[in-house]
């Protein structure tokens, strides 16, 4: 029955049934509202956290930044007040080609294909590990199905991905934290970064992403550490499908 219905309305049915969900629950009412601050506030953040990564050159890579430069548009300098919820589609919105998004790479049914809005992927992902440097909680996350990289190829530790599908996947996070928090992003030629800026010093959790070969894949473990005097907290256990 599913393969008859199209997409499209299939789409918007999951995010009705999302919308209703987060309503019922309380967490729509403390999603973080689209309110970049003013010069003088922001000069009041300083970057306390921060991460960088390349950006793999792929037929589609100038796309891929396109896309991004985009996103980033949505989320720079935007206020998150401790108690409220991050979600990276409530923020962003549906990356569609009337929003001037293009055709990028992402992993569809356990392959790589075009489509629009491809590559956000890569800034969900860095806002996953920068939440678990800050100790942030991660509300939802949701992993690749399969290891698509080589170790030559790979430009972030497997484990640290959070893949986005709109309507169906989003990334979320609770703001623990006591004191307001922004985040800010450098976009380059060749790289990403993602800063994690607040009025005052955050302790940096150092994370440890550990692999092990098992029988289905590959099976990670995240690993959480503040200092070298604590025991590592394990926050979960990933297991990826042999890359394609």
């Known amino acids: 029955m599913k393969q008859f219905i199209p997409p499209p309305w299939r789409k918007r049915y999951k995010v009705m049934q999302r919308l209703t969900a987060d309503v019922f629950t309380g967490q729509h009412s403390k999603f973080v509202a689209f309110r970049p601050l003013d010069d003088s506030q922001q000069q009041l953040f300083t970057p306390q956290i921060a991460i960088v990564q390349p950006i793999p050159a792929t037929t589609l890579s100038e796309n891929k930044k396109h896309n ?26 549906e990356p569609i080609q009337a929003k001037g998004y293009l055709e990028g790479r992402t992993l569809m049914q356990n392959q790589l294909k075009a489509d629009i809005g491809g590559g956000l992927c890569q800034l969900s992902g860095l806002l996953y590990v920068l939440s678990l440097k800050a100790g942030l909680k991660v509300l939802e996350r949701h992993p690749h199905s399969q290891d698509i990289y080589t170790d030559a190829t790979r430009f972030a530790p497997l484990g640290a991905d959070a893949t986005v599908v709109y309507g169906y996947k989003d990334f979320r996070f609770g703001q623990t934290l006591a004191v307001p928090i922004c985040l800010r992003f450098e976009l380059g030629d060749r790289e990403l970064c993602a800063m994690l800026c607040a009025p005052q010093p955050i302790p940096e959790y150092a994370i440890d992403f550990q692999r092990e070969n098992v029988e289905s894949g590959v099976q990670v473990n995240t690993m959480r550490l503040l200092s070298s005097s604590t025991e590592p907290e394990v926050l979960h256990s990933t297991t990826y499908k042999s890359r394609l």
């Open 68 to 93: 991004l430069a985009l996103a980033i548009q949505r989320l720079q300098n935007i206020a998150i007040l401790p108690g409220a919820i991050f979600s990276f589609w409530h923020l962003i919105g």
